[in-house]
């Protein structure tokens, strides 16, 4: 396959066994291992490689989060994607590569929980008892004290027991079981990076989502199945937004800290806690 001649990239063979992200991310690392990007340089906006590899930007974006996660890339809001400072001693990219195959595609697993929980919701609204409608309200209130407190790998892991109580409220085994799938494929280490660093780069990121699973919650309670499965369906479509559409490239000031609740309105604070890599 000749070389786009403006590009060290080229495009990417039909996978077979190998996900279309592992082999985004072999590239990126041989044009770092052949010096075509040194360390502090800055690569092509994700838009570029996704042409120029003839591929997705869900999969481009997969790959550099899982470069990120080894620390071979580094994410700087507002600008790009540069190559880190300090490289791994060997930056043969195993650890990135194994990240991927290891990993479910996060935007795979959102559209598959989207189909899913619109369904489920449906039934939880029917089908809740009083006591699983205060366990949905005691989860979430759990998980929004911890995005108030910017406790962001704290919130992330909480939305697995806010969507298994929904899950639980329909009375099915069989759904509980579905929604237990899912959400361990959404809790792998891949999602959960790409999440906790979109909210770190700008606090105010996480608001749409309070918002969101407050209504929800709200919804089921008042047995408004109508809304609910409108939140949901808006809940999922906002991920993909910003995991997925929204550019690395975006213009814009980083956040600084956590999300502080002030007169019903949702700042932004200062910083709790720091992530370890």
Do not use: C
């Not at 590899?53 to 481009?60: E, L």
């Not at 937004?241 to 019903?264: D, F, I, S, V, W």
């Amino acid at each position: 396959m000749k070389k786009n001649l403006k590009s060290p990239f080229t495009k990417v063979a039909p996978p077979g066994f190998t996900k279309k992200s592992s082999l985004i991310a072999e590239q990126i690392l041989h044009s770092i291992n052949n010096g075509t990007y040194p360390p502090e340089s800055k690569l092509p906006a994700e838009r570029l490689i996704a042409e120029q590899m003839d591929v997705g930007r869900p999969a481009v974006r997969e790959a550099i989060s899982a470069l990120q996660i080894v620390g071979v890339l580094d994410s700087r809001p507002g600008d790009g994607t540069y190559v880190a400072a300090a490289l791994p001693p060997e930056v043969t990219g195993e650890t990135g590569i194994a990240v991927l195959e290891e990993s479910d595609s996060p935007f795979e697993v959102l559209q598959a929980r989207k189909a899913m929980e619109i369904g489920v919701v449906y039934l939880a609204v029917r089908n809740a008892s009083d006591e699983d409608i205060r366990r949905i309200k005691r989860v979430w209130s759990q998980k929004r004290k911890m995005a108030l407190s910017g406790n962001y790998r704290g919130f992330i892991e909480h939305g697995r027991d806010f969507h298994l109580a929904i899950a639980e409220a329909t009375g099915s085994r069989s759904i509980v079981s579905l929604t237990e799938g899912l959400l361990r494929m959404t809790h792998q280490p891949l999602w959960v990076n790409m999440r906790e660093q979109y909210y770190r780069q700008d606090a105010t990121r996480l608001q749409p989502m309070v918002r969101l699973h407050d209504e929800i919650a709200k919804a089921i309670e008042r047995r408004d199945s109508e809304k609910a499965i409108r939140l949901v369906e808006e809940h999922y479509d906002i991920q993909i937004e910003q995991h997925y559409t929204e550019p690395l490239e975006r213009a814009g000031t980083p956040g600084n800290g956590k999300l502080t609740h002030l007169r019903g309105r949702l700042t932004v604070g200062r910083p709790r806690d720091t992530i370890h890599r």
